[in-house]
């Protein structure tokens, strides 16, 4: 088997510009543009991959009804699903790259896209503490490419380690690795490594920003909020003179919305209300990126507009703090990817050089905190691969008969039912 080292934290930390709790520090430096040009390949990649959120915030949101609350991470997704991509060759790699929103743009050019966006992300505004991380753990039962290691290594910052997955401290080097990237906030992304799970290509994000204007604390008052189902809890409102970038304040038939920036402005939050006759669920499924893009252009205008020529309107957020995690396949196959979870269809050759693995599961964590001084978020996304075919086998995970025999005269010695064996029954 091919050695490799072990995956080393990957994690790019930017000190934050002010301290929390200091609502007079100075404001930080603004951000009034990117530092260099998109590339092609980069808007093609960031075009699909907004696409491909609103895609499978919609997906995930039908499968999960009664759920309140949905917090994804589309870049996470993406990302680990793009390292997975790089062994996927015919129906299986078309799929996954059209599910991903990449069009025409070949696999270079998405790998290129992915190389220059992180580089791009992590060094654009000091103000803000960002952070992501990709990795790749093999069990040692396969052996990778070392084409295929080469470009996760070169495209997503990723290293590769051989690990024992039938040893229990192989999830916890996984999970401790997502708990650093993710600054202790996703300490448990893998509960329990099935056995028949070979490899896992893993992304984690870290973000922790300051509103650019802060919410004052004195003025947060616990308000109704009305959920889904139409029933009321009490929530902590925050509320203050921030939006200097709205949508139809005011108005109750159309889309409301804020974008409330962080740091140096360069990243901001974007909340968004349905008109009131709209419930958020059919809000969310008809999510169009050609309405995003207006809203988004109508922000940025917004923020061309000198601070003292500004508005101010007064907005109220509610604080919150939440974990979500759920799986990601069942939507993902409902937006076209299907080969990749199927054994007999996948071929993933050019992980290992043969047939042998297709996607098992995918699943995501995330945790979001928002409050006065700014929003903490982080995210954990893990693609399992499994064998196409095992051998057979048989599983004791239910009463069985169990008996101790001499084969050669056929004298049963010892005969039974284990229907506990933890011993307590």
């Known amino acids: 088997m091919r050695s490799v080292r072990p995956a080393p934290m990957l994690l790019v930390l930017l000190a934050a510009g002010a301290c929390d709790g200091d609502p007079v520090s100075p404001a930080p430096q603004a951000i009034t543009e990117l530092p260099r040009d998109l590339s092609a390949g980069e808007l093609t990649v960031i075009e699909g991959s907004n696409h491909f959120a609103f895609d499978l915030l919609g997906a995930v949101r039908a499968t999960q009804p009664d759920s309140p609350n949905t917090f994804l991470s589309p870049l996470s997704a993406s990302m680990a699903l793009g390292m997975t991509l790089n062994g996927g060759v015919g129906p299986t790699w078309s799929q996954m790259a059209e599910t991903l929103g990449f069009g025409d743009l070949d696999e270079t050019g998405i790998n290129e896209a992915y190389r220059d966006l992180i580089d791009l992300l992590l060094e654009l505004d000091p103000a803000v503490e960002f952070a992501i991380g990709n990795a790749i753990w093999a069990d040692r039962r396969i052996s990778l490419l070392d084409d295929f290691v080469q470009r996760a290594n ?77 029933t009321q809890v009490t929530v902590d409102m925050m509320q203050g003179e921030v939006g200097h970038r709205v949508l139809n304040a005011g108005s109750h038939d159309a889309v409301q919305g804020v974008e409330l ?79 990749a979870f199927d054994e007999h269809a996948a071929d993933f050759s050019r992980m290992t050089g043969a047939r042998d693995l297709f996607i098992e599961h995918v699943i995501q964590k995330t945790f979001v905190r928002v ?55």
């Open 371 to 425: 409050d006065e001084e700014g929003t903490e978020a982080a995210a954990a996304t893990a693609v399992g691969m499994g064998p196409t075919s095992l051998p057979p086998s048989v599983t004791f995970d239910r009463p069985f008969v169990f008996a101790i025999r001499e084969r050669f005269s056929g004298t049963i010695l010892f005969l039974g039912v284990i229907g506990d064996p933890s011993g307590r029954g």
């Open 154 to 230: 070169a495209y997503f910052d990723a290293e590769a380690a051989t690990l024992d997955f039938t040893d229990p401290a192989s999830r916890d080097i996984i999970n401790g690795w997502v708990d650093d990237v993710t600054n202790g906030r996703i300490d448990t992304l893998i509960e329990q490594i099935p056995p028949d799970v070979l490899m896992y290509l893993v992304n984690a994000i870290y973000f922790k920003g300051d509103w650019r204007d802060r919410f004052d604390r004195k003025r947060t008052a616990a308000v109704p909020f009305t959920r889904p189902d139409g």
């Open 261 to 339: 920036p962080y740091g140096g402005g360069a990243y901001a939050a974007i909340a968004l209300l349905p008109p009131e006759s709209q419930p958020i669920d059919r809000f969310v499924a008809e999510l169009d990126p050609a309405d995003w893009a207006e809203w988004m252009d109508r922000f940025d205008q917004a923020a061309a507009v000198e601070d003292t020529e500004r508005e101010g309107i007064l907005v109220r957020l509610p604080k919150f703090e939440l974990e979500w995690g759920d799986s990601l396949q069942g939507p993902l196959k409902a937006l076209g990817m299907v080969d």
